[in-house]
């Protein structure tokens, strides 16, 4: 196989490198799967490598899968020992073999999320916590899950998680302790548990760990970048011996911290294997030029990382268009009627992609699709108003407009300690079907037929229902959401949803949205249209990967996946960059998400800018751009204000 005529010459330089560790950086578009695969044909084919003496480490069973089938193909051997793939199958087939010298029995069970859900709250209710102040399973099982990704201390951990809450820290770590007695009595593990018993397997057991630095000659991971401090563990324990490791992976798309990744594992990668070689993947096959070098301006305002430039090899096409636009409406309009213009011209709509950084950002855009019946797909996730704790929410406006909402008053009964489908149901029709609460008596009714650890949550929720005429919130949907939060939800959310400060982001979004109408049910009869709008017609969600639409997702979502045409939404300060990211860790990891967001563009890059938005008490607030656009050199982008 002549490598040097299928391969460029920094992809080249990088496959043929000798024994040793060694850090590829590649850049977004510049080949980094391709020279993976070619390293592993080189491995076996040059250096007489047998191919199940290579272990190679991923993140998504896809790429494992699709690398090695690839290589399978180029030297006609099988690659895939059952050892090679995601972190997570590797510490499971280490375990199966070695569990006995952990104190599991080799044939552990692993627990399904369900599964482990289930087993949490057993061990909850075990321990009686207090159903009214204490987390949801799943909200447990993610703080556990980061922090031992992290190899982190749990109750400094647990204790910053529920800083502003009523949850007793020493509860949750009880729970913890209980939770891991529960698996271990029962010969079972959770997903994260894989990597931590693997990680302990290969730490302690000097004959185990030594059988497989003999075994796996050579380790190649990648997407480094994403690794936690438990995954790059691992992987050091294994070539401790014969440090024949290959990572690669960009520092520029570091953008999962918030996970439990840890990019410095990335960035002193040369302090860690002292005489590493490095190795840089900058000629870019995906985007034009003029897209490269948008992307080459903000991602330089990051000093700590490894300066690199992106170095094109298409031939030129259109600019990059910047559109400052009045305000999120108009933004909406805008996208719309750029995509069909590029559709008219052959640009294919599922070739179409609109990025945000929070899911909030696109609710004007996919109520204004709606009206348009324009088909579209959100790719990362359920659609705005689908969401559950914007469901949530709403259903306050719901059951306050029309008190015979049998949906409204069970979803929000349920919300409450004790009280389920079967409780609420029973509640709604002993009031007789009609739940008035605008009306102290319906309150005094409701409050003795709820369970008693149910009754002090609404006590506090009672003077907003009361308030809703006298203090004519009627007109006022935004200040009805903002009240019922500060009064229950926000609570709710800390305890129920591991997202939740993504979460009270898009609430906080919703309440501003609100200001477009004048009444309660004007904005749910909005609602109702989008969302039957939406239903009307539209696929399986089966059929959604080929149906021909319009993609939105948020860029977290986007990573790995390109588009002819991009657009990316509310590029101004505090929403693009996001404040809340900034007030925590900086605008570094903001840049990176940028960059990300721009390099997912082969052909037409659009960034939109709304100048002005409405606030919940009727003002208005002018936005400033985006520092990112800031950086940017007018001479790069065409200013699109006149368009319209």
């Known amino acids: 196989m002549n490598f040097k005529d299928e391969l460029n010459e920094e992809q080249y330089v990088a496959v043929t490198a000798p024994d040793g560790s060694a850090l590829v950086i590649a850049a977004a578009g510049t080949g980094k799967t391709r020279t993976l695969i070619y390293r592993l044909a080189y491995l076996v084919t040059e250096k007489n490598v047998q191919p199940w003496e290579v272990l190679l480490l991923t993140f998504t069973n896809k790429a494992a899968k699709e690398m090695l089938t690839r290589a399978e193909t180029l030297v006609q051997r099988r690659f895939n020992s059952g050892y090679s793939g995601t972190f997570h199958s590797f510490a499971n087939r280490l375990l199966r073999s070695h569990a006995d010298s952990i104190g599991f029995g080799k044939d552990f069970t692993i627990l399904d999320a369900d599964d482990a859900k289930k087993l949490m709250r057993s061990c909850a209710d075990e321990l009686e916590m207090d159903k009214k102040h204490f987390p949801k399973p799943d909200v447990l099982l993610s703080l556990f899950g980061v922090v031992s990704g992290r190899m982190g201390d749990l109750s400094a951990a647990v204790d910053e998680r529920f800083e502003h809450s009523e949850v007793a820290p020493d509860d949750v770590l009880n729970v913890h302790a209980r939770y891991q007695s529960r698996k271990k009595d029962s010969n079972s593990m959770d997903f994260d548990d894989l990597l931590i018993f693997a990680h302990k397997l290969l730490a302690e057991n000097e004959k185990i760990r030594s059988f497989y630095q003999e075994e796996f ?21 294994l070539v401790q011996v014969h440090g024949n490791l290959m990572v690669v992976g960009d520092d520029f798309q570091s953008i999962y911290s918030w996970r439990g990744a840890d990019s410095r594992n990335f960035l002193d990668f040369e302090k860690t294997y002292p005489g590493a070689q490095t190795f840089k993947l900058q000629i870019n096959y995906r985007s034009t030029p003029e897209i490269l070098e948008v992307a080459n301006e903000v991602i330089a305002g990051n000093p700590d990382q490894f300066q690199k430039e992106l170095q094109a090899v298409r031939e030129s096409q259109a600019m990059p268009h910047l559109a400052k636009v009045r305000d999120g409406s108009v933004q909406a309009r805008y996208v719309i ?33 709606a009206r348009a019946q324009m088909p579209y797909v959100v790719t990362s996730g359920v659609r705005f108003f689908e969401q559950a704790h914007v469901k949530d929410v709403c259903t306050v406006l719901k059951l306050l407009v029309n008190p015979s909402d049998e949906l409204a008053f069970t979803r929000l009964l349920e919300m409450f300690p004790k009280v389920g489908k079967k409780t609420s149901l029973k509640i709604f029709r002993k009031l007789g079907g009609r739940v008035n609460l605008q ?7 409701l409050i ?20 809703y005429r006298e203090d004519h919130l009627q007109n006022d949907p935004g200040e009805v959401i903002f009240r019922f939060v500060k009064a229950f939800y926000k609570e709710y959310m800390v305890e129920n949803f591991d997202n939740h400060k993504f979460r009270a982001e898009d609430i906080d979004g919703l309440i501003d949205f609100t200001v477009k109408f004048d009444s309660t049910e004007a904005f749910l009869s909005e609602i109702a249209l989008l969302s039957n709008l939406d239903n009307d017609g539209s696929k399986a969600p089966s059929e959604e990967e080929n149906q021909d639409a319009l993609r939105l997702s948020t860029i977290h979502q986007a990573k790995g ?13 505090d929403m693009f960059p996001s404040k809340k990211a900034i007030e925590e860790v900086g605008d570094s990891e903001e840049r990176r998400l940028f960059y990300v967001a721009v390099t997912r563009a082969e052909d037409q890059l659009f960034l939109c800018s709304p100048m002005v938005r409405r606030q919940r008490d009727g003002g208005m607030i002018f936005l400033d751009p985006s520092r990112f656009l800031e950086e940017i050199p007018e001479d790069l982008l065409t200013d699109d204000r006149g368009f319209f």
């Open 561 to 573: 996946l390109e588009w002819k045409a991009v657009f990316i939404l509310f590029l101004n300060e």
């Open 337 to 369: 009627e750029r995509a069909m213009e590029l559709n008219r011209k052959g640009t294919p709509l599922s070739e179409i992609c609109i990025l945000y950084r929070a899911h909030f950002h696109a609710m004007e855009l996919q109520m204004e699709l």
């Open 217 to 237: 000659k050579y380790v190649l991971v990648d997407e480094y970048q994403d690794t936690n401090a438990i995954q790059a563990g691992l992987v050091n324990l």
């Open 448 to 467: 003795a037929a709820l369970p008693k650890a149910a009754r002090e949550g609404w006590e506090e929720l009672k003077p907003l229902f009361l308030a």
């Open 439 to 445: 009306r102290s008596e319906i309150h005094e009714e």
